[in-house]
């Protein structure tokens, strides 16, 4: 595997893999299987893999959240090595991301306006902001994201759709614990018992999934949020369309999604199923 700290150098490298399938997997580190699992698709899928890790402050709205997000560089790299990415992109200065930075609009109509856009003002909008300058400085065919973070996935989806970036964004199978849990690099700040507690998330949403019917939502919302409460402190516990995020319309046939935030201790985790 080749490692890049700036752009230029790894736009020069690409630049011998003209006409191939370039799969782009951007992490922002701490790698579990979850990120292992998205390179591995990327590597069946294509003929290039590249990797970025940047802890993009933009789009943190807690500074005490971003400080704490756990980096250990050595131990990623050697996993991205155990699964074959053959580029990295490791820019050690926030400028060398930004530089060639350009305005741009999207209209994301309701998707940036519920669930985390309301809860985290401002997230998306940076999280738009340098997946739109990676796509630029990879060129990447195909970008691979998890569907954990569902609404991010939605909304990267419609920015390449709006500003035609011609990149096919593949959304992969959220990659779990023995239990259930969500791998996510934010486990790794939970305690112990923390971490027993944590199971509640996928727990209450399979409990969601057993007990929709389709028009018994606001019901079934109210009953997960109160599980929930008995264990973190939850932000919200939602039942919404999979296409577009909004409401669920009585007599919808298409796909349903819970979705989930709640804080155990001063981690907040996040979970998402389909449940029809």
């Known amino acids: 595997m080749k490692v890049f700290t700036t752009q230029e150098s790894l736009k020069e490298e690409l630049k011998k893999h003209s006409g191939k399938t370039i799969g782009f997997v951007p992490t922002?580190?701490?790698?579990?299987?979850?990120?292992?699992?998205?390179?591995?698709k990327a590597k069946t899928s294509c003929d290039v893999v590249v990797c970025s890790i940047f802890v993009n402050p933009t789009q943190f709205n807690d500074p005490k959240d971003y400080q704490s997000y756990p980096i250990q560089i050595e131990?990623?790299?050697?996993?991205?090595?155990?699964?074959?990415?053959?580029?990295?992109?490791?820019?050690?200065d926030v400028k060398d991301v930004y530089m060639n930075e350009k305005e741009f609009n999207v209209d994301l109509g309701v998707l940036d306006q519920v669930m985390e856009g309301r809860n985290r003002p401002g997230h998306f909008k940076g999280v738009m902001r340098v997946v739109k300058l990676l796509f630029e400085i990879v060129n990447?065919?195909?970008?691979?994201?998890?569907?954990?973070?569902?609404?991010?996935?939605?909304?990267?989806?419609?920015?390449?759709?709006?500003?035609?970036?011609?990149?096919?964004?593949?959304?992969?199978?959220?990659?779990?614990?023995?239990?259930?849990?969500?791998?996510?690099?934010?486990?790794l700040l939970l305690t112990f018992t923390q971490r027993q507690v944590a199971?509640?998330?996928?727990?209450?949403?399979?409990?969601?999934?057993?007990?929709?019917?389709?028009?018994?939502?606001?019901?079934?919302?109210?009953?997960?949020?109160?599980?929930?409460?008995?264990?973190?402190?939850?932000?919200?516990?939602?039942?919404?369309?999979?296409?577009?995020?909004?409401?669920?319309?009585?007599?919808?046939?298409?796909?349903?999604?819970?979705?989930?935030?709640c804080r155990i201790g001063k981690v907040r985790l996040i979970d998402n199923l389909q449940i029809n």
């Open 28 to 40: 922002m580190g701490a790698l579990h299987r979850g990120h292992t699992s998205l390179l591995t």
């Open 75 to 92: 131990e990623d790299k050697k996993k991205l090595e155990e699964v074959g990415c053959d580029l990295l992109y490791l820019p050690n």
């Open 140 to 187: 990447p065919t195909h970008a691979f994201f998890g569907l954990k973070d569902y609404q991010q996935y939605l909304i990267v989806k419609k920015m390449v759709d709006e500003l035609d970036m011609g990149i096919h964004i593949v959304g992969c199978e959220t990659i779990r614990e023995a239990d259930g849990l969500a791998m996510s690099s934010r486990n």
């Open 199 to 261: 199971t509640t998330l996928i727990k209450t949403l399979h409990y969601c999934k057993d007990h929709y019917t389709g028009s018994n939502i606001a019901d079934l919302e109210k009953r997960s949020l109160a599980m929930m409460q008995q264990y973190g402190e939850p932000e919200y516990f939602v039942i919404r369309r999979a296409d577009n995020l909004e409401e669920v319309p009585e007599g919808y046939t298409g796909e349903v999604r819970a979705f989930v935030v």
